[in-house]
């Protein structure tokens, strides 16, 4: 079974340029998140969705973060314009979408803003 | 809302020896409670999960963790680490059983094995 498939794996862009972050999940999966772990700390949801729709995005800045999941599959999450401290690692998970299963990890998009 | 706390960010262990990762939480009802381990580079992988019944939970890897309700902890233990075994280990906990909801994290434990 192919897992959640991240591109790029890493990417270095100037602070003020924009950004976008590309995530397929497991087949059949409804539940998608997008996490954020900067350096030194844990993952921290800025997005879930199921199928197309918004669960939650309580913690997404929404001034300069914006992600959609067209047609409920794959899903990009973009930053404009980019500041230093969002350098992180963006992570993308996806699940089944029901209680008492877990969610799959991809690698993660190591991003560096300079 | 939830929260986790691992209040070790580094622990150094000898190859062969046993380990315990501490792991406490703040959540109002019953949590659901997961460890993941995050190699290099690498995303997350589950270890363990906990949703109801058994309080010792098996995981991948030989590891095993235990919640206690009365102390609001699901502790992470391995009786003999490997070299292997050198990586972050997070816990995390969700409302919704992790599939369902999103997960909190703790910061983490970076885990090093002495030769």
């Known amino acids: 079974e192919a897992g959640v498939a991240q591109s790029p794996r890493y990417k270095i862009i100037e602070k003020r340029q924009s950004v976008a972050f590309w995530c397929n999940p497991i087949?059949?999966?409804?539940?998608l998140y997008w996490y954020q772990q900067i350096l030194g700390q844990g993952p921290k949801l800025l997005i879930q969705f199921q199928n197309n729709g918004v669960v939650d995005d309580s913690q997404l800045p929404k001034d300069r973060f914006s992600a959609e999941r067209l047609k409920g599959v794959d899903s990009t999450l973009k930053i404009q314009p980019a500041k230093l401290e969002d350098s992180a690692v963006y992570l993308c998970?996806?699940?089944?979408?029901?209680?008492?299963?877990?969610?799959?990890f991809g690698q993660g998009t190591r991003l560096t803003v300079v | 809302a939830q929260s986790v706390t691992q209040p070790d960010i580094h622990i150094t262990v000898s190859e062969g020896a046993s380990l315990e990762l501490r792991c406490n939480y703040s959540?109002?009802?019953?949590?659901?409670l997961f460890w993941y381990v995050q190699s290099p580079g690498q995303g997350l992988q589950l270890l363990l999960k906990?949703?109801?019944?058994?309080?010792l939970v098996q995981g991948i890897k030989g590891f095993e963790a235990e919640f206690k309700r009365s102390q609001s902890s699901f502790n992470l233990r391995k009786p003999s680490v490997h070299w292997s075994d050198a990586a972050e280990y997070f816990c995390?906990?969700?409302?919704?059983?992790?599939?369902?909801?999103?997960?909190?994290f703790g910061k983490g434990t970076h885990l090093i094995i002495q030769p």
């Open positions: 087949s059949g999966h409804a539940t």
């Open positions: 906990y949703f109801s019944g058994d309080t």
């Open positions: 995390a906990v969700s409302a919704g059983g992790g599939g369902a909801d999103g997960l909190t």
């Open positions: 959540y109002g009802a019953t949590p659901y």
């Open positions: 998970a996806s699940s089944f979408g029901e209680a008492f299963t877990e969610a799959f």
